[in-house]
């Protein structure tokens, strides 16, 4: 067991999620105080003292991006200056991701701004789940845990018991995670080949496949404006499918995503709570929770027991 004190921080990203992650837990939230200057400026102050205690910080830098980001980064520069003894940024969603690398010439490689940023304010660790791409890992020079959502997808997909299930990819990068899906549920496998002319616009090719005929689950990481999924929910239809549902660790959902969803063919939406979601009328989307996975991966980082067995 790590010799300090175990001290749950949130900002306002997701601050229900560290919440239910702080009851698993049977602790509660360090009190915080956060507010904004006229100007927009952000004014943090940690509310209690910290002092070799280890410190873990629960913010995904989702939509608002940037002030989110800014919050998580204040937050471990205010705990390293108060001589927190080790501080791990918990975020459940990371921001930038899909900025990996340069795919044109005089762009940033985003991802690795904001590796550097969290690394130089004074993180010791990383809490991750579902990377965009597991090699934003490598743009650490301090150890990252990377967590998965699929056991919890997988379970509530076998509970539903489902006949003549295929799993299906929305893209060739998705196959790996697709594939564990299949295995695990001894499903089929497809995957679609598209094309993306521009940034958020996808243009759908084919199916690489058998789904007629079968209930099909399209798998991926996130959902955004929802384009991609809704496109492929479409063609999986018009080749004969059953019922189409989604798994995605990240529910974005920006701008008027959850109406395109919600009037699409689409039977369910299923997300977790790595990024929090407004309360409506949306009855397709399906929200679980992470928070004991990432409550027991506290634990077990805290009490420096392995985090990759949870997965095994």
Known sequence: MFDAEMLLFSGNANRKLAE??????????????????????????ILENVRGADAFVIQP?????????MELLLMVDALKRASARRITAVIPYYGYARQD????????????????????????RVLVIDLHVGQIQGFFDIPVDHMFAAPLMI???????????????PDPGGVERARAFAKRLD?????????????????????????EGRNVVIVDDM?????????????????????????????????????????SVLKEVIVTNTIPQKDGKYSKIKM??????????????????????LFV
């Open 223 to 263: 959902i955004d404006t929802g384009g991609t999924i809704i496109q492929a929910a479409d063609a999986i239809k018009k080749g004969g499918a059953k019922d189409v549902y989604v798994c995605s660790t990240h529910g974005v959902f920006s701008k008027d995503a959850r109406e395109k969803l919600e009037k």
């Open 288 to 309: 679980l929770s992470i928070a004991s996975l990432l409550g027991e991966a506290i634990k077990r980082i805290h009490n420096e027991s392995s985090v990759s067995s």
């Open 187 to 211: 499903a089929n496998l497809a995957i679609v080949d598209k094309r993306r002319p521009e940034r958020n616009v996808a243009e759908l090719m084919h199916i690489v496949g058998d789904i």
């Open 61 to 69: 830098t989702c939509p608002p991006v940037n002030d989110n980001l």
């Open 101 to 124: 690398r340069k795919t044109e010439p005089r762009v940033p490689i985003s991802a690795k701004v904001v590796a550097n940023l969290i690394t130089v304010a004074g993180v010791n």
């Open 20 to 45: 239910e992650i702080a009851v698993y837990l049977d602790t509660s939230l360090s009190p915080v105080e956060i507010t904004n200057f006229v100007d927009g400026e952000i004014f943090l102050k």
């Open 155 to 169: 379970e509530y997909i076998r509970k539903k018991q489902l006949k003549d299930l295929t799993i299906l990819s």
